[in-house]
């Protein structure tokens, strides 16, 4: 299985980026997927994740600015981000937890990272 992410980049404060995740290879059934974001000087913290079912978790951070979404048929979640803020600046990991058969416990998988900057 592969998290394949794009969308980030660098953008002024108070501007919008849309990062989106796909996920291919040996899938069963997807059962969260999700954003998650990390800086030097802090861990990896949870910004958003979305249930197969469509039930979403935002951040306390992010809320009234991100908007999580998911479109099941191509395995991929999008995170919108507006009014972006100079300490959104971080890399932002795709996550998804799968069932990659009808045996065994979900898996997690990690996408490989995109940077997103927030500077004028």
């Known amino acids: 299985v592969q998290l394949q992410a794009s969308g980030g980049g660098l953008v002024q404060p108070g501007g919008s980026l849309r990062l989106s995740c796909a996920a291919s290879?040996?899938?069963?059934?997807?059962?969260?997927m999700g954003w998650y974001r990390q800086t030097p000087r802090k861990q990896r913290e949870l910004v958003a994740s979305?249930?197969?079912?469509?039930?979403?978790n935002i951040a306390d951070s992010a809320k009234g600015r991100f908007t999580i979404s998911r479109d099941n048929a191509k395995n991929t979640v999008y995170l919108q981000m507006n009014s972006l803020k100079p300490e959104d600046t971080a890399v932002y990991y795709c996550?998804?937890?799968?069932?990659?058969?009808?045996?065994?416990?979900?898996?997690?998988?990690w996408g490989q990272g995109t940077l997103v900057t927030v500077s004028s």
């Open positions: 979305i249930l197969s079912g469509g039930m979403t």
């Open positions: 996550n998804a937890v799968l069932m990659d058969s009808t045996l065994g416990a979900p898996k997690g998988y």
């Open positions: 290879g040996r899938i069963f059934s997807i059962i969260t």
